[in-house]
């Protein structure tokens, strides 16, 4: 159950940024179409990965994280990847 919670910690950290990411205003004018893309398929990946988790673990599972991004300019290209980096 740990382990297998903390795989659901992190999905759920990275779900809430590329959640922010592809919600962003600048979204469309920061990424290129192909980048887009690839940012939006990561996005559905992690937030299937962190649902899967919630219902596998049930009552087992932690709560819910509030994630805070702060530093990082979801409106800046290079801030975003860096960071998706070093998620991945």
């Given at each position: ?86 998620f991945?």
């Amino acid at each position: 159950i740990g382990i297998f919670n903390y795989a659901f910690a992190l999905e759920q950290l990275e779900a809430a940024f590329y959640t922010q990411v592809v919600a962003n205003a600048a979204f469309n004018s920061a990424f290129s179409a192909d980048e887009r893309e690839l940012l939006r398929d990561i996005w559905r990946d992690e937030v299937a990965h962190r649902e899967f988790l919630r219902a596998a673990l049930g009552p087992a599972a932690i709560p819910n994280l509030t994630p805070n991004f702060t530093g990082i300019n979801f409106g800046n290209r290079l801030s975003v990847l860096q960071t998706a980096r070093t998620f991945e």
